[in-house]
């Protein structure tokens, strides 16, 4: 099983190419209907700081990484990730959320972690 990440506007694509779509994102945008794992979006503690601009990109980072690494055993999310492709028929997955690739976002902070954590490489689906 492979992981990816991406972002809601590709969707439709995502899908037609047989991956089984995941929003990290704190909200999923209205009339989508997939799985949603809200527990890898940043709070909204977080979200409304660099909203207002009272923290910057850098901050921004170091927070999130300190409220996943604070709160989960990444090899146990990997494996809930594991499991969560094995009943949608071994699909590889892609988180996604808002940002366009190459853009600032908590999806590619998430895939650093998990990288440094278990070794699973995540990459930005070209697609």
Do not use: W
Request: proline letters at 2%; charged letters at 35%.
């Amino acid at each position: 099983m492979e992981i990816y990440t991406s972002y809601f506007a590709k969707l439709n694509k995502i899908k037609d190419a047989g991956y089984f779509p995941i929003s990290i994102a704190r909200y999923t945008p209205k009339n989508i209907e997939i799985c949603e794992l809200k527990a890898l979006a940043p709070s909204k503690e977080i979200l409304g700081k660099i909203k207002k601009g009272e923290i910057d990109e850098v901050e921004y980072e170091r927070m999130y990484r300190e409220e996943m690494t604070n709160r989960y055993d990444f090899n146990l999310v990997l494996e809930g990730l594991e499991r969560i492709s094995e009943i949608n028929d071994k699909r590889d997955l892609v988180l996604l959320c808002y940002e366009k690739s190459g853009d600032f976002c908590h999806r590619h902070i998430f895939a650093s972690i998990m990288g440094e954590k278990t070794g699973k490489t995540i990459k930005e689906l070209d697609i």
